[in-house]
């Protein structure tokens, strides 16, 4: 009974962990514009992350090693080090996103500026980090951010014409009003926010600082395959809300307080306070998430001692590293840029970045000696493959487009 | 996790890079202390053995390689200047290695294990080096060393690998035959087509100028190390 | 993965690589930056667009700003139900003023070209207009003032005619 418990809860927190500030922002501002006629954009980036995520799962659980570990291994130090460069920018831009994303959060609830509630974000995401034990940190943010299922709520209490939905998502119909180019910058953007690069970085040493064996492969499978789906369905449902409510206003969505507006228009102010929980959840969360990936790319690279598993004086450099982390997010948003444009760059330069990070996944999850025979099946090959040739054209259009259609406008 | 299922490596033959090279490096505890950045090589009576294995930025940097590797180094070293032997990398002797297998494990404990007082050849100059052929043809490069326990249990250098990529490149793909995902297979076999094995014998190191001297060509493609 | 080691290379060959790689990261970086500049700043490349670039401009200017009056109208609609909590109030009719005051300020502070110049005037008069309308807004809805919501409502829909009528006036 309590293995159902244990599995259960890893699928909700699955769930309310999948969606962070990049989905919130680009799913409403897809969903305002095209309504679901981008929804297959994220049901592939969903399908992808669920084939790495196994993956690297698989591989930590197996190996007892995570994936960055073994990228030097593999890749060897000089094009290790190229990819620790590149993914760790584009972790920790969006880093600073997520904690741009919880100051706005924050400042919907108790109407402070966002400038003053930045460094006592960047606090409290380091005590979290510093102080709190990983596995109560990925439940209770996890369980929280359950709350964004009020969106689905919303959408049904606003009582659309479901066959009309249904029907543009299938076809993908874009809307006359906008441009093809638009509509594969958006893609790409879509995806990108599906497939976060730091996600099988993180949810390998996840795996490793959680003591996964191959006992745990089984759970870690079902956390995978049923909780990112639902996950991803959220997202479709905040695409769907914004569509429904901002689409015939002709709003175009570049604040966070429009991303909630849809719900308090189907549920009123305890729907939008529900949301407003989600929101925090969310995106702390995924803060915590980015700055311990962060953390984790660096020490697994030069194979220092990292993880929360062992205290904190046993891995100096590695949570010296999360405070400098955090110092320099909180630096970067006191320059007063906007958060929401961070969160739209950090989406298209994640899908510039996802080659980086799952080709070697690909690789280790394949090699006997570290995988006995927990090697890929034909069908995980299958789909890997099929999903590298669609990152490396993802990551090769990604600049071109934000650049030809001005980051969507 | 499954480390037990796996044999201690360090008994049988390997392949230096792909084997050993940037494995972590655990203690007796299970603790993270490094990586092994590079091999530290000695030549004894039954041939160039593996002494000890290197760790730190001064064993990290020139692997590296090329450009940005040459002014790391440079950089490195003139980060303190009055530190004498800066670019000396720190060292864990072979009698404190314990067994490798998906990771290296140390006997002892991490504390205090680095030692700094002698330097010697490294396995990392020996990858990369231009291979000659007897006739001064260009072969390729050395890509990777195959080692098999010597006299004294020690590991000892037998063969060359010599082929035309980096060292380390090969990405594991030539150990298993059936190795996938095809594509990855496929696209990393055309690149190392010329990938060939040598003996030990029939190769003159000249460590000063970087360059290895082949009495005989390299044969057919390798197979595996590991004999699974 | 095929790159070849320099190791033994010749010390001027070694330096010119060594520059060429240095050249190429300094033009890289510009291009990023550059680009990033055109991306970012709303409305796109600075100061003197040419009559192409304007019109451009001046619709998407219109555009954004007719976004954040429909989302000030939404939230008044949803005030006068008692759907929205105060805090979210403010800060949705913050967010609207200030975007729309950001995108005027841009559009007015480009310099057209002679002969958009009767455009110009209008477009950014009733960017000005739209902007003080959103002020009102919020300074209503920070006081509670709940009163005059309805007159609020009724300018708001008034200012979307009117920007439509703009958006008429600068040919496409």
Known sequence: ?409 | MSDADLDDRLAGPLDGALNLLDRQILDCEGRMLGKVDDLELTQQEDGLAVTAVLTGPAALLPRLGGDLGDRLVTTWSRLKVPEPNRLRPWRIDMDRVDRLDSALHLSVRREGVLTRDTEGYRFGTLTGMEASGPDDGHLGRVVDARFEPGLHGRLVVRHLLIGHGRPGSLLGYDRHDQQGPWLVRATVGRLHRSTGIVDIEAARILWNRREVRLTTPPRARPGAALGD | ?172
């Open chain 1, 1 to 409: 009974m309590s293995r159902f418990f244990a599995v259960a809860l890893g699928i909700l927190t699955a769930i309310g962990g999948f969606v962070d500030i990049g989905d919130l922002v680009t799913n409403a501002q897809v969903g305002a514009r095209f309504g679901l006629s981008l929804a297959w954009a994220t049901l592939v980036g969903v399908v992808g992350i669920c084939v790495f995520a196994e993956m690297s799962g698989r591989v930590a659980a197996v190996s007892g090693r995570a994936t960055f570990d073994l990228v030097r291994e593999r890749l060897g130090p000089r094009v290790g080090f190229l990819n620790l460069v590149a993914s760790m920018s584009i972790t920790f831009l969006t880093f600073v996103a997520e904690i741009g994303g919880v100051a706005l959060s924050l400042q919907l609830v108790v109407s402070v500026h966002e400038l003053l509630l930045v460094p006592w974000v960047g606090v409290a995401v380091w005590l979290i980090l510093w102080k709190a034990k990983f596995s109560i940190m990925e439940n209770v943010l996890g369980l929280f951010g359950l709350a964004l299922v009020v969106f689905g709520v919303a959408l049904w209490q606003l009582g659309p014409d479901w066959g009309g939905l249904l029907q543009q998502a299938a076809t993908a119909s874009k809307p006359a009003d906008e441009h093809g180019s638009t509509y594969a910058y958006y893609a790409v953007a879509l995806f990108g926010a599906a497939m976060t690069p730091y996600e099988v970085f993180f949810f390998s040493s996840g795996g490793v600082e959680e003591g996964w064996s191959t006992q745990d492969i089984l759970v870690m499978r079902a956390n995978v395959l049923i909780g990112f789906p639902l996950g991803g369905l959220l997202s479709v449902a905040i695409a769907g809300c914004a569509w429904l409510v901002l689409g015939p206003l002709n709003i175009s969505v570049d604040s966070l307080g429009q991303v909630g507006l849809p719900v308090a228009a189907a549920l009123g102010k305890v729907g939008l306070s529900v949301a407003l929980l989600g929101f925090v959840s969310a995106t702390l969360g995924a803060a915590c998430e980015t700055g311990l990936s962060v953390g984790y790319s660096i020490t697994q690279y030069f194979g220092a001692q990292w993880g929360k598993y062992v205290r904190p004086r046993e891995a100096a450099v590695f949570h010296a590293i999360l405070l400098l982390a955090s110092l320099g997010a909180v630096a970067t948003l006191m320059t007063m840029v906007d958060p929401i444009v961070v969160t739209e760059m950090s989406v298209v330069f994640s899908a510039v970045a996802l080659p980086l990070t799952y080709f070697p996944i690909l690789v280790v999850s394949n090699d006997p000696d570290y995988m006995g025979d927990q090697v890929n099946g034909h069908l995980a090959n299958a789909l890997g493959s099929l999903f590298l040739v669609l990152v490396c054209v993802a990551a090769v259009a990604a600049i071109p487009l934000m650049i030809y259609t001005r980051m969507g406008q």
């Open chain 3, 1 to 172: 993965m095929t790159e070849s080691e320099s190791g033994s290379e010749s010390d001027p060959g070694h330096r010119m690589r060594g520059l060429a790689v240095v050249a190429a990261a300094a033009v890289l970086a510009a291009v990023l930056s550059l680009a990033a500049v055109y991306v970012v700043s709303p409305g796109g490349a600075p100061q003197s667009p040419d009559h192409e670039a304007w019109l451009d401009q001046a619709h998407t200017a219109l555009d954004e700003v007719s976004s954040d009056v429909a989302t000030a109208q939404l939230l008044l609609r949803l005030t006068a139900q008692d759907k929205v909590p105060g805090p979210y109030q403010q800060v949705v009719a913050l967010d609207s003023e200030n975007a729309a005051g950001t995108v005027a300020s841009h559009l007015s502070g480009e310099q057209p070209e002679p002969a958009d110049q009767k455009t110009y005037t209008q477009v950014t008069t009733v960017l000005s207009d739209a902007g003080d309308l959103l002020s009102s807004v919020r300074i209503s809805v920070v006081r509670r003032d709940v009163g005059r919501y309805p007159a609020l409502a009724h300018a708001l829909a008034k200012m979307q005619h009117k920007i439509s009528w703009a958006e008429g006036k600068v040919p496409s």
